[in-house]
């Protein structure tokens, strides 16, 4: 198992910008997860694909978007970036028959 | 919304066991228990789950009342590396529901 990979692990940009996160799936999962985390708080869903399908949203706005890809890797796509989406991402990767979610060390985002 | 309730801070003596409560109210049937834990600048890591039983792995204890409205995180002899934020969940299994965090209880091991 290598388990769950992000990448870049800090990122600076400026507001407005766009930006791409970047997950490699723990090997044989087949549906991942992403959270964001402000600082201080709990985790927040974002989204979840299974099998490049999204299946489930949380409370976050269009300009939030994701791909799954064949080999399971997956992207996070921030557009219009605020202040408020400096937070860590974190992605979780399962295998949707079983329970529990293998979590990346996440990615630092900082918008100026 | 967070379906749990945590003291938002703990402390437990190095080599003690450590007692982390969660209150669950409105957990319904079908509904697991969870712990997650996370050390400063990682991601949250699983620790035990369970339904209606007592579970115990490597790792820890999970001990769940009879009316399942809350249960107990045990760490069982509690080191350094055990200092962490603490997340009690309850989830539907199976269907790709999310996981609602919360902001845990963090627990420090004090040397």
């Known amino acids: 198992e290598t388990g769950v990979t992000q990448s870049p692990t800090h990122l600076i940009k400026t507001r407005g910008q766009q930006v791409t996160l970047r997950c490699s799936s723990q090997?044989?999962?087949?549906?991942v997860s992403w959270y964001q985390q402000a600082l201080g708080q709990g985790p927040q869903f974002i989204f979840q694909?299974?099998?490049?399908?999204?299946?489930g949203r949380g409370n976050f706005p269009p300009r939030f978007s994701g791909l799954q890809f064949p080999n399971y890797s997956s992207e996070l796509n921030v557009n219009a970036l605020e202040l408020d989406d400096s937070a860590l991402y974190l992605c979780?990767?399962?295998?949707?028959?079983?329970?529990?979610?293998?979590f990346g060390s996440g990615t630092r985002l900082t918008v100026v | 919304d967070a379906k749990t309730t945590q003291p938002p801070s703990m402390d437990c003596a190095e080599g003690r066991a450590a007692n982390l409560p969660c209150n669950h109210s409105?957990?319904?049937?079908?509904?697991?228990v969870y712990w997650y834990r996370q050390i400063h600048s990682q991601g949250p890591q699983y620790i035990i789950h369970?339904?209606?039983n007592n579970e115990t792995n490597e790792m820890a204890s999970l001990i769940i009342t009879e009316d399942r409205k809350s249960s107990t995180l045990i760490l069982p002899h509690a080191t350094l590396r055990d200092t962490a934020v603490y997340y009690c969940?309850?989830?539907?299994?199976?269907?790709?529901?999310?996981?609602?965090f919360g902001t845990g209880t963090s627990l420090t091991v004090i040397p």
């Open positions: 694909y299974y099998r490049e399908e999204e299946n």
């Open positions: 979780a990767s399962s295998l949707m028959e079983v329970y529990g979610y293998t």
């Open positions: 409105t957990i319904s049937g079908n509904e697991y």
């Open positions: 369970g339904l209606k």
């Open positions: 090997s044989g999962h087949n549906t």
């Open positions: 969940i309850v989830r539907v299994d199976y269907t790709g529901n999310q996981f609602y």
